[in-house]
């Protein structure tokens, strides 16, 4: 550890005062030296520059203490708050998310918003062992945001300041997921974000899978033709009867699909009022980024039925007619993926649509396929990584929620009992969004569990983490009579109190992740 370094901390600890201080953070930027403390539960940053001559750099960071070292030296303890962490953007452009474009990606949601020391850890980890995936460490949907009163600028300030920390210097992407509206849009490009994920699905027609021929017609008919570019008498041209050759990866014809009348009107019924959508969101995100980059998805995953690969086709290529060029598409996969634990399903009838799914991204994108409820799928990543490890983005977010838990189980066990038992009565009012098999009341109780073994019944078992996994946002948002967080405050300062512990959680579970789905094995 640098001189000045251990002077700032002599000087503090002879005010009897305890820091920690975060060697990996240690930056310099002219004479200047950067670095992170932590003062009981608070993160802080710390400037240690020239007294005679201040940086312009560091003025500009809004300090809570500032004071003399060593007569030559000067030093500021500064809040780690929005505008200090917009500076540090500035200065140091690696803590800027960046977009990916077709890179194979992971996404590590955060709900807590302190996991992504131990998200970086896994990613070097894995590229020591020589597999390359592009994180998106600043990953968290509208909804999630909702549930747990963060803001996305609060999203995108706790992963830069965790990325000065690990001092992570080879790039990241942040996703503002499943976004409906263009407040949505608008609320996430303030913040920073450079991946948008379009959810459309309040305009799928789920009906066109079943309804009656002569009321598909009419519902064709009254398509929003004027965004859509076309009429429907030049959509039946384009599809009607035509077939579509797809090749397999050595340029070979592998299928050919075809659309009969019927298939187009149901696949245009269902999909081109959420496709029109889109290109709506698609056409402000151009507005505001004014011709610099950034990274577009498509999902259409949350739908009941299991996307058909004469669906998938209709997609892409209107997509592509369009202009909307996206670097990853979101579809509903067969079988089960629920939440936090592994695939519900038949591994052989996956692997079959899958490879399918993977040659229509490759011949009429190309895009990245992307996962959603991508967490804890461990029997898939094999299958998917052998057949389109390149051109996967694996989203996973609550299964970093549901392993910090493993740390208040270990040492807050009272604490981790209210929190299951708060979780069980809120599950049926937060299961509502998610696609989830649980009977709450066959949870045990959660007093009649003794201490050790907390962790291997609710965490391990799979109803109960889907139970603690969808109640999420009751436990992060639950506040008392006065104001004061019931939960939240107390999950923090136990996995501050067992920090290096807590990351060591994390990195190995997402290393997990990234090791069974690009690392092939024989």
């Not at 930027?29 to 560091?58: H, M, Q, V």
């Not at 995936?133 to 992963?159: G, H, N, W």
């Not at 859509?228 to 077939?243: A, H, P």
């Not at 892409?316 to 936090?340: D, T, Y």
Request: charge should be positive; hydrophobic fraction near 35%; aromatic fraction near 10%.
């Amino acid at each position: 550890m640098r001189s000045e370094i251990l002077a700032f901390k002599k000087l503090l600890e002879e005010r009897r005062r305890k820091v920690k201080i975060y060697a990996s953070s240690i930056s310099s930027k002219d004479s200047a030296t950067f670095f992170l403390i932590r003062e009981g539960y608070r993160r802080k940053l710390a400037i240690i520059y020239p007294s005679k001559n201040p940086l312009d750099l560091c003025t500009i960071f809004f300090s809570e203490e500032e004071g003399d070292l060593n007569g030559s030296l000067s030093y500021k303890i500064c809040p780690c708050n929005a505008q200090n962490a917009r500076e540090l953007r500035r200065i140091f452009p690696y803590t800027k998310p960046a977009p990916i474009g077709l890179a194979p990606a992971i996404g590590t949601g955060d709900r807590i918003g302190m996991a992504t020391p131990g998200h970086i850890r896994a990613l070097r980890a894995a590229r020591n062992a020589g597999i390359k995936v592009f994180p998106v460490l600043a990953q968290q949907s509208a909804r999630e945001m909702k549930r747990t009163l963060r803001s996305p600028q609060e999203v995108i300030d706790d992963v830069t300041w965790a990325v000065f920390q690990e001092s992570y210097r080879d790039g990241f992407a942040a996703d503002a997921d499943h976004l409906k509206t263009e407040e949505d849009v608008r609320a996430a490009f303030s913040a920073g974000f450079t991946m948008y994920t379009i959810d459309p699905s309040d305009y799928v027609d789920y009906e066109a899978d079943n309804c009656p021929l002569h009321i598909l017609e009419e519902k064709f008919n009254q398509l929003p033709w004027g965004i859509l570019k076309s009429s429907k008498e030049e959509m039946i041209k384009r599809y009607v009867g035509k077939s579509f050759e797809v090749k397999d990866l050595n340029g070979r014809p592998s299928l050919k699909l075809s659309f009969s009348r019927e298939d187009l009107l149901r696949a245009a019924v269902k999909y081109s009022s959420a496709i029109a959508h889109a290109l709506k969101l698609k056409k402000l995100l151009d507005d505001l980024f004014k011709g610099e980059r950034y990274d577009l998805e498509l999902s259409v995953d949350e739908t009941d039925a299991p996307t058909k690969p004469i669906e998938h086709l209709f997609i892409a290529l209107e997509l592509k007619r369009l202009k909307i060029n996206l670097q990853s598409l979101a579809l509903r996969f067969v079988g089960r993926f629920e939440k936090a634990i592994d695939y519900i399903g038949d591994l052989e009838e996956f692997e079959r649509t899958f490879q399918i799914h993977a040659l229509i991204a490759r011949n009429f994108g190309p895009y990245k396929l992307s996962i959603h409820s991508g967490s804890d799928k461990f029997s898939l990543y094999p299958i998917m990584g052998r057949i389109a490890g390149d051109i996967i983005h694996l989203k996973t977010s609550g299964t970093s929620y549901l392993e910090s838990l493993r740390i208040v189980a270990r040492h807050d066990p009272s604490l981790f009992r209210e929190i299951v038992k708060f979780s069980i009565e809120s599950f049926e009012k937060d299961k509502a969004s998610y696609h989830v098999s649980v009977d709450p009341t066959q949870a045990p109780p959660p007093e009649k569990v003794p201490d050790e073994r907390l962790e291997e019944t609710y965490l391990n078992n799979n109803e109960m983490r889907q139970i603690l996994h969808v109640t999420f946002g009751s436990i992060l948002s639950a506040r008392g009579e006065n104001g004061k967080w019931i939960f939240k405050d107390r999950i923090k300062k136990t996995l501050l109190d067992r920090e290096e512990e807590y990351y060591k959680v994390i990195s190995m579970h997402i290393r997990k992740h990234i090791e069974s789905l690009w690392q092939i094995k024989d």
